[in-house]
Structures are given as C-alpha cells and as structure tokens.
C-alpha cells in the first residue's frame, strides 16, 4: 500500500483499525514524516513535535520496528533515533557534483543571507540528504568547508577558480597536503607554498581557500584566481579541532587582518541609519548621540579595509580612535588631493 501524507510518499502494509489503534496509526505515519528529513531527533523532541510523551514515541517506533521500518537510534548524550535509509542516488538522478553543488548552495544562503525562504530551502536539502543516504545529526554541519561572505561579482577567470576548488576541496577530503604556486600581487612574484586546507570562503564574488601555511606555520587564506598550480603531495594532515573559521574571520571588516584596534567612529545622518541598520562585526556596538548621529564602537583586526569602509562614507563620518586610522586617512586624503591638483 501506498501512503500520502503532506506530499511525502510512504511504503508499507497497514492493517486498518479503529479507535486508539487508529490514532496510534496516525502518530505513527507522523513520526515517520518527521524522520524522513534524516536528521537524529530525540525521544523528547519527536513527542514536542507529535504533542505527546516519549514513552509513547518509544512505543510507536517499536511498532514501526515490527512493521519493518529500518529505524536505528545512537545512545548517549547527544543520541537519537533517525531513518536508516539506504539511498539510491538514482531516485533523484544527481551525482555527487551535483549535490555538493547542493551543499554549497545551502551554505551560502544561509550564512550571510537575507534569503527569505532560508527555512523551506534548509528543509528541501535535509530531505535531498535524506534521500541521498546521509543521516545528519542537529548538532553537525554537512562534511562541507564552506562559507560565504558578502557575494556581490564573481572572479573573471571562473574555470580555472572551478578547477582549483575542485582539487583543493578533494585535498580537503582526502586530508592531503598540497603544493601551490601561489601569485603574489603586492610583490609581483610567484611563491610556492606548502598548504593543509581547512576552509573555503567567499569573499565579494571571489573564493579563497583556509589553509595552515606550512612556510608560516599559520592560518592564512588564499584567493584561487591567484593560484597558478597545485601539486598533490604524499603528505597527510588532520585538521586541529579547535578550528573555527567564525573564529579566524572574528574582528575582521573583511578578509585582511592585522594588530587589533579598538575603534570609535561617529556617523552622521544619513549615514547612521545605514549603519545601524546592519550587522557588521559581531562584537559592534551602537551607542545613540541625538541629532540622529550615532557612535560606532568595536574591536577591529587591521586597518586596510577599515579605512577603506569609512573612507566611502566620506564626510558623514568622522574617526575618533584609534590615532593610527585617523593618521593613514589624513594620509590617504593628502595623496588623493594631489592627485586631482
């Protein structure tokens, strides 16, 4: 018999009843939908979800068990019970390009982005998940290292920017060090790197790579427009589990860091309104003046684009600390003057 309920499509042979048996039917064919998106839940969250008690969940799932539903359950803190579903990728007839493609999507919408539909888009790929074989617990991201920052183009060169995404994010997977060749402009020369990947990012229209630079014995992220060649090595790495790509980026205005600087900016209308009217650090605070003027308060790494930010604003906002940033924009205005003489 074939079951439709909320437009997901379930197998099985009921027998029909009537009554409580009926109604248990009905919970049961509820809990089934609920697990259907692969994700681990709980004895305590799929009663939230079905209006009932666990003990009644672990009742149902026994039914449902006896039935022959493939219903599995990890124990312990962070245990539960998920669909073991083994998938068939020719039911949605993607490759695995194509639901990485997927993947990637999901990530880039739902960092930095207002996307409206940013639930039912998170709910469409748990279900592709689902269908592919993954079982995906709440508390885990997909084995995906990606992470947008503000899109607005795309690199030039796209193909070969695909290319090396392609063989960086298989190093990542297979946890290989690579050899770049890597493009540095500021010093118009070619260096070799020896490179552990860790991330990927994007950065207005362009995609760099979060890597341990093995020549720095740091975390450094590269831009792969500038990556001339990549060399797979015999070398292998493990990532270190304190990692945090929010943790790298922290007090960033944008992808160049530098010394910490705690910064005050004061902006006057209009431009106070666009500035409060959005997230820029995650540490900022916005203190209110009157006259509709604000202070911009937070803890900055670097001053390149920093100074680049408040130099756009042009003269609705004035710098009070640190000294240093209001020097270079004395600087930068002294230099731009000379030039228009």
Known sequence: MV??????????????????????????IRLLIYLQDGNVKTAKELAELLETNPRNIREYIKELRNAGYDIDSFKGKSGGYFLNHKSKLASLDLDQNEHSAILLAHELLKEKSSFVMAN????????????MGRTVHNYQKFDYPYSAAYVVNSDIQEYSVKD?????????????VIRILYYNPQKDELVEREIEPYSFMQYEGSWYAVAYCRLRNELRHFKLIRIKKIERTPYTYQIDEKFSLGKYMEGMMGIIGGKQYDVILKFYPPASTWVEEKKWLPNQKIEQLGNRCILFKAKVKGLI??????????KLVEVIKPKELIDEIKEELRNMQSIYK
């Open 3 to 28: 079951i439709y309920e909320n437009n997901v499509i379930l197998y099985g042979i009921i027998e029909i009843k009537t009554g409580d048996d009926m109604s248990k039917i009905s919970q049961a």
């Open 164 to 176: 090396n995404f392609l063989k960086i994010h298989q190093a990542y997977k297979d946890k290989r």
């Open 120 to 131: 039912e888009f998170k709910s469409a790929v748990s279900k592709i998940n689902y269908i």
């Open 305 to 314: 684009e920093l100074k680049r930010w408040v130099l756009g604003f042009g």
